[in-house]
């Protein structure tokens, strides 16, 4: 089953950054009078295809390979490799009668397109949830062997500033613009002293050895709901317990109880747990349990999935402001703007040597894991790995190779200098050379998912 939603929100993702992309090529040749013979999402390698209808000129379609999509646009060298028209007159309809600023903008089109999408899901998110922001009151939870955690960062700290600059919130403090900062400094609290720590330089790399920063705000393993007739319930535990120690180890952390108790399936656990005896369900926090509750022992035996049936209370602070059109769409620009930064910043430590290559890219495996991944946190949490991925594609499809949008980009802009076309069979043997060097990159990043799965 998970395989098949991965393969699923996978196609997805990619069905919709693709749709969006083409379209920008399609529109925009349309609005100059291009002729558009095919607007295919997937390939129909061999000719196989899902789906096609020809409406007016365009055939429409959807190819059986999703890993990308095409427009055919008449008199111009593309994917296709069709040179039929070379033998004839140009045509007004055709792209290589228009312009150099015309086919520029065509061309253009697509990584346009791609930046309308993500400012368009960041702009939907913001005004749909508002801002969302976690007090830094709540203090750090640092996962072993993650970035933080090597930084000498340990649970229980609070972050007071990074960089110089005071924390006010979680999500100040986790910024991912932060990941490509020339230096990155944290001062944390710890027993009423203030303590320096310095990010590594290849950051993202570990990041993406670890899969993730490996901090966050505790959650308190304050018990939310006790299922019927399952091992906590048969145990006394109740609703609004705090957990204090398992196995006689002392946690501050949910995932710490889930992580002891889930090995220790129909095996029986010592388990102690702080109760108040009327608990103020709405404003109930770990502070306020352990000053006045009550400590009581069980034993319970995890059933065979390691589960004893209960579920977490989410007492973390959030603070949420609702905002106005205006306000929603410029806090969406702004994400898309700095997602984007971000995003040029990470390929240029990558490219310049300060992340590890072949740790720090992926290809459609690793795209398809995290797109199953983002799914299961939600359909906003989908959306916004859409909205970074759109802009990932975005900047890979402007780099200077020849089949790419900015290879294109490079040779009409040339064109459009000298005031005539560069010779076809030139122009042919750059597509095919580009053609290579992606079809090179795409099997190099295949090998690298799999090896680094």
Do not use: C
């Not at 705000?217 to 939310?224: A, E, F, L, W, Y």
């Amino acid at each position: 089953m998970d395989l098949i939603n991965t393969i699923f929100f996978f196609i997805v993702a990619i069905f919709i950054l693709v749709t969006a992309h083409e379209f920008g090529h399609f529109i925009t040749a349309r609005i100059f009078g291009m002729r558009v013979d095919r607007f295919f999402i997937g390939f129909d390698f061999f000719g196989i295809k899902l789906w096609q209808k020809k409406i007016g000129e365009t055939e429409y379609g959807i190819g059986a390979f999703p890993i990308g999509g095409y427009v055919k646009i008449a008199g111009m060298v593309d994917e296709s490799l069709d040179t039929n028209y070379v033998s004839t007159p140009a045509q007004p309809w055709e792209f290589r009668a228009k312009p150099a600023w015309q086919r520029l903008i065509v061309l253009a089109g697509g990584v346009g397109m791609n930046m309308v999408l993500s400012a368009a899901i960041f702009i939907g998110i913001t005004a749909f949830v508002g801002e969302t922001r976690t007090p830094l009151t709540t203090p750090a939870f640092v996962e072993s062997g993650s970035v933080f955690a090597s930084m000498g960062v340990r649970t229980g700290d609070r972050l007071v500033s990074v960089n110089g600059q005071k924390l006010t919130y979680w999500e100040e403090a986790v910024a991912p613009e932060l990941l490509t900062a020339r230096s990155l400094q944290y001062t944390v609290a710890r027993d009423g002293q203030l303590l320096t720590v310095t990010a590594p330089r290849d950051i993202i790399t570990r990041i993406n050895d670890t899969q993730t920063l490996g901090i966050r705000p505790v959650m308190p393993p304050i018990v939310d709901e006790v299922l019927k007739g399952e091992p906590a319930e048969a145990a006394g535990i109740r609703s609004g317990a705090l957990i204090t120690s398992v196995e006689g180890k002392p946690v501050t952390d949910w995932t710490q109880v889930v992580d002891i108790i889930s090995k220790s399936a129909g095996k029986k656990v010592s388990v102690t747990w702080m109760y108040l005896q009327s608990p103020d369900s709405e404003n109930l926090t770990a502070d306020m349990i352990r000053s006045k509750g009550k400590s009581v022992t069980s034993e319970v035996v995890p059933n065979k999935t390691g589960k004893i049936g209960i579920s977490l209370k989410q007492t973390i602070p959030t603070e949420r402001r609702k905002l106005g059109l205006g306000e929603s769409i410029a806090s969406g620009v702004n994400q898309t703007w700095k997602t984007t930064v971000l995003t040029v910043q990470g390929f240029g430590k990558i490219f310049s040597g300060q992340e590890d290559f072949r740790k720090s890219v992926g290809g459609p495996i690793k795209i398809a894991r995290l797109a199953n991944q983002s799914a299961e946190q939600g359909p906003l949490s989908f959306l916004y790995f859409v909205s970074v991925l759109s802009i990932s594609l975005a900047v890979i499809n402007i780099l200077p190779i020849p089949a790419l949008d900015g290879g294109q980009f490079v040779i009409n802009a040339i064109e459009g200098i000298m005031g005539r076309e560069l010779p076809l069979e030139l122009k042919m043997r750059i597509q095919q050379v580009g053609m290579a060097i992606l079809l090179a990159i795409f099997a190099y990043f295949m090998i690298n998912d799999i090896l680094n799965k």
